[in-house]
């Protein structure tokens, strides 16, 4: 379906299913989704992913999704955004007891010489 919308819309580029990669200024942003589930701590996945990566290939900046959680972690050089949700907590993620972090983030950094020189990001929850 993302591929579709992006076709109708002008200027929009479709990026992939489950990564795609972009560059801001000679540092590479990826997005990730994944099909994995939920870990036992917020952190793991995020550390998972990071780790996996080789040396060459990491991003400057790695966006995840898909479990509804957020988090913020710098490792291996890598800024990574575990991106929550705007959606609440459904039925099905309460049946199997997952939290959903609902919110959004802003992302604010400087990018200098193709390097990360400064990263800032800041979380707004949202409650009911």
Do not use: C
């Amino acid at each position: 379906m993302g591929e579709d919308i992006a076709h109708r819309i002008p200027g929009a580029i479709y990026l992939g299913v489950h990564e795609g990669v972009f560059s801001v200024n000679g540092v590479q942003f990826m997005l990730w989704h994944g099909e994995d589930g939920s870990s036992y701590a917020t952190s793991y996945r995020v550390q998972k992913i990071i780790e996996a990566f080789s040396g060459g290939e990491k991003p400057g900046v790695l966006l995840t999704a898909h479990t509804h959680k957020m988090a913020y972690i710098f490792d291996r050089n890598v800024h990574a955004v575990s991106t929550g949700s705007i959606q609440a907590q459904s039925g099905f993620m309460r049946y199997k007891r997952l939290p959903a972090h609902v919110g959004f983030w802003i992302l604010r950094g400087t990018i200098k010489d193709g390097e990360i020189k400064r990263f800032s990001p800041t979380w707004y929850p949202f409650y009911k």
